[in-house]
């Protein structure tokens, strides 16, 4: 490997492992890992000089396209914030020299760099219909925090994309609506995270409907409806919903899930069937975490119930989602 920049095994994108491009010197020839081995991973660094466009130009020249099989968008400016939208035209604009691209994942970005409401996004459509073997997308980023920011998608037909992440403090209704629109036949993992009003979480549980039927996406296997400030309200009409049956794993977890969301979860269908409930960052009594697990324990389900940092049981108005600002 070139400098100190090693491989991290423990983010990974279509099961490779991330490599963050190194910037400070010219790769000799094998010092670089394998163009399929790895994730590219694209960050601009502290350095005013290496730009976006400059660090696109170093990627595709020093790696071999054309075997690259995930694509990870780090910090994408130098000073100031500015969106991604450049970036990601670079990107499609190349996007016939990625015949092999079966991961791209925009935004990796630590809240030590930008907070996630901060980080300024565009319509991310396009980057979904320009690679289309494309097999897991995801975003990270900012609701409708900016006028030409904000984080945006349109209903869009794609046959293999199987992974879908959108992760946000404040994911928009409309965007919620555009995944329930879309024709994604292959999608089995769908992961959202909702956020809050503040930063331009607008979706309502009527906007979850094309998920919760179990008819739009046939072949979903995982679902998560994740990071909402009305999380009772979502884990109620999960309890009752059709796609639940045919699920292996289901997460309502970094929301305000609190006793009212957990009576209506064991009120509901059965789940004994899952192989993982993750409630992780929740605000229920001891005993109602109790009982989810004491119903769902003992048939091999892993229920993950790890509380909220600084539970007042006294105040239901104290509640909070693990991921806004």
Excluded at 70 to 89: F, H, K, N, Q, R
Excluded at 270 to 284: A, N, V, W, Y
Aim: with cysteine; aromatic share 8%.
């Amino acid at each position: 490997m070139s400098g100190a920049v090693e491989i991290n095994p423990y983010e990974q994108l279509c099961g490779l492992p991330f490599f963050t491009l190194p910037l400070d010197e010219d790769p000799v020839p094998g010092a670089l890992p394998e163009p399929d081995a790895v994730a590219w991973r694209l960050d601009c660094g502290y350095e005013e000089e290496w730009t976006f466009d400059k660090v696109w130009q170093r990627f595709t020249d020093v790696v071999d396209t054309e075997r690259v099989r995930a694509l990870v968008i780090g910090p994408w400016w130098t000073g100031d914030y500015s969106g991604l939208g450049p970036a990601m035209e670079l990107i499609i604009a190349d996007a016939a020299r990625f015949p092999a691209l079966r991961g791209l994942f925009l935004a990796d970005v630590e809240g030590e760099r930008c907070e996630i409401s901060w980080l300024r996004m565009t319509d991310v459509t396009p980057a979904i219909e320009a690679f289309p073997l494309l097999e897991e997308f995801g975003v990270q980023g900012c609701g409708d925090t900016y006028e030409d920011g904000d984080l945006r998608l349109r209903p869009v037909k794609h046959e293999h994309l199987r992974v879908l992440r959108l992760e946000s403090g404040g994911l928009p209704g409309s965007v919620v609506r555009a995944v329930g629109a879309s024709e994604l036949p292959a999608l089995e993992h769908l992961e959202l995270w909702l956020g809050v009003g503040e930063y331009g979480g607008s979706a309502t549980v009527a906007d979850l409907a094309p998920f919760l039927d179990g008819g739009r996406f046939p072949r979903l296997r995982h679902l998560g409806l994740q990071n909402s400030e009305i999380q009772d309200e979502i884990v109620g009409a999960v309890a009752s919903a059709p796609v639940v049956a045919g699920l292996e794993s289901l997460a309502l977890s970094m929301g305000t899930l609190g006793d009212e969301g957990a009576e209506a979860l064991l009120a509901g269908q059965p789940l004994t069937h899952l192989k993982e409930l993750d409630l992780d960052h929740h605000f229920m009594s001891p005993s109602w975490a109790g009982r989810i697990r004491e119903a769902l324990g003992p048939h091999g389900v892993r229920v993950k119930l790890e509380p909220a940092d600084d539970i007042d049981e006294d105040d239901d108005e104290w509640r909070y989602v693990a991921v806004s600002e």
